[in-house]
Structures are given as structure tokens and as C-alpha cells.
């Protein structure tokens, strides 16, 4: 059974960081892609990151670019979301999500976490 | 960017209903590129569909998708309890992947 479980989510004030982690289990970690979505109060679901599962490809929407970098460790199945520089915008609920597909960006979520609270205020 | 209009907004609706939820694109999908989840509160999403009319594994056959270029559907042949939930379209033709706004089917 495919289970994701995030964490790391939490209160920061603006401009702060905070590191994300995804643990995955139930599947061939380092064979697929992995995701993280966020949805703010309140909205709609919007995706924010991907990683291919070597690690070497990574994609950020126009939105995190610059203030976000996604990584993994194959080793502990687990992925990561370092936020910096974080705004009020970027408060929402961040879920992890693994890929599936063929190629970048036909890959649709097949499966997902519970996600984890992230609180940008002062 | 590729953008998902879902309609209507809510649904109220009683157990046993058939409904038919419309998510349209802004430009064409190739492929049929086309996913749709379930949202529950507090609950991890689902993936319901994939590639505009495949259900995924473990999905009951009263969900069904159809629909090609910018008009795709999610038809729930008959509303079960569990059913009640928010549902997102979610195109995956173009970068960046992008989602409806979600339709809410709640009970009548």
C-alpha cells in the first residue's frame, strides 16, 4: 500500500523558512517522480514543485521560483521542500504527491499525502 | 497556462442521484491529458480518472469520464454516501499542471 506522510509544517513569520519532508513508502521510491501541491485557505489546489526520481530534473511554478527548492535522499525514500523567504501567499496546506506518466508534463498524481499546515505571519 | 473552469460552483444532491460535473479548458488538451480527484476534508485527495475516461485502480464503476479537446465530464451514476465531497479537474497536457477550482457536491 502506497502511503505518503508529510511533515515539517508550522508558524513562520515573513520572510523566515521552513523545510518540508515527504516519507513514502509502499512503491519503488527512486523509480518515480514526486510533487508537492498546496492549496491556500479557502482555494483550489495549485501545484508547486516536481522532481524526477534520479533527482536531477526539478520544475518550480512561476509562483516559488527562486524561493523554493525541492530535493530527495533515494536512500530514505523521503523528499524535501526547502521554502525560503516565505510570504503570507505562500500560507496553505502543502500535500506530497507521487507521480505517474510517461514524460514531463504528462504525469498525473496517482497518489497523495494527508498534507502538512504551513503558516507564513507575523 | 492552461486554465480549468469547473461547473457549477456546488451541487446539492440526495443519495441515488445521477450528476454530471463539467470542467472546460481554456485551450485545447492534447491526449486527453484530462485527471480528476475527490477531496474530502482532512483526507488525503483521490485520483478518480486519468487520461480523460480511465478509472483508477480501486475506483467504483459509477464514476466515469468522458470528453475530448476543452470539454471533458465526470459522471456519478449513482450518488453513495461516501460520494459527498469537493472534485478537481487537473490537466496534465502542458506545464505548468493546473487544476480546476473544484466542484462541491453536497448533500440535499
Known amino acids: 500500500e502506497v502511503q505518503l506522510l508529510e511533515s515539517g509544517g508550522g508558524l513562520v513569520q515573513p520572510g523566515g523558512s521552513l523545510r518540508l519532508s515527504c516519507a513514502a513508502s509502499g512503491f519503488t521510491f527512486s523509480n518515480y517522480a514526486m510533487s508537492w501541491v498546496r492549496q491556500a485557505p479557502g482555494k483550489g489546489l495549485e501545484w508547486v514543485s516536481t522532481?524526477?526520481?534520479?533527482?536531477?530534473?526539478?520544475w518550480y511554478a512561476d509562483s516559488v521560483k527562486g524561493r523554493f527548492t525541492i530535493s530527495r535522499d533515494n536512500s530514505k525514500n523521503t523528499h524535501y521542500l526547502q521554502m525560503n523567504s516565505l510570504r503570507a501567499e505562500d500560507t496553505a496546506l502543502y500535500y506530497c504527491a507521487k507521480d505517474q506518466g510517461r514524460s514531463y508534463p504528462h504525469w498525473y498524481f496517482d497518489f497523495w499525502g494527508r498534507g502538512t499546515l504551513v503558516t507564513v505571519s507575523s | 497556462e492552461i486554465v480549468l473552469t469547473q461547473s457549477p460552483g456546488t451541487l446539492s444532491l440526495s443519495p441515488g442521484e445521477r450528476t454530471t460535473l463539467s470542467c472546460r479548458a481554456s485551450?485545447?488538451?492534447?491526449?486527453?491529458?484530462l485527471a480528476w480527484y475527490q477531496h474530502k476534508p482532512g483526507q488525503a485527495p483521490r485520483l478518480l480518472i486519468y487520461?480523460?475516461?480511465s478509472r483508477a485502480t480501486g475506483i467504483p464503476d459509477r464514476f466515469s469520464g468522458s470528453g475530448s479537446g476543452t470539454d471533458f465530464t465526470l459522471t456519478i451514476s449513482r450518488l453513495e454516501p461516501e460520494d459527498f465531497a469537493v472534485y478537481y479537474c487537473q490537466q496534465y497536457s502542458s506545464s505548468p499542471r493546473t487544476f480546476g477550482q473544484g466542484t462541491k457536491v453536497e448533500i440535499k
Open positions: 487520461g480523460a475516461s
Open positions: 522532481l524526477v526520481g534520479g533527482g536531477t530534473i526539478t
Open positions: 485551450q485545447s488538451i492534447s491526449s486527453s491529458y
